[in-house]
């Protein structure tokens, strides 16, 4: 599998030729820069929800393995974590909660 940052950079390169080359048929090289650009920022923008993803990972495993925090009971917690996830997906998605 290609890196994305590989992608992005044969975009730039693309963008600088098209430049010195005055043009291109289908496209301007500013789209195709700007096309580059947000692949860079989708990129950041995905690692950066993996991250988060395995800190709430570690985060429920240590509520799963307390019989209760701060005295609410586990059941509890499972059930507001379970609601605020539905309604994140929900929103997420477009759908009803």
Known sequence: MTA???YS???Y???DEMSREEGCVTESP???EQAATRL???TVTINEL???RGELLNSIRQIAAET???GTERDDLCAIIQGICRKAIAK???GAE
């Open 30 to 32: 500013e789209l195709v």
């Open 4 to 6: 994305t940052k590989t």
């Open 9 to 11: 950079a044969m975009l």
């Open 50 to 52: 993996r991250r988060q």
């Open 68 to 70: 209760t925090i701060d």
């Open 40 to 42: 860079d920022e989708q």
């Open 92 to 94: 997420a998605t477009g």
């Open 13 to 15: 390169a693309l963008a």
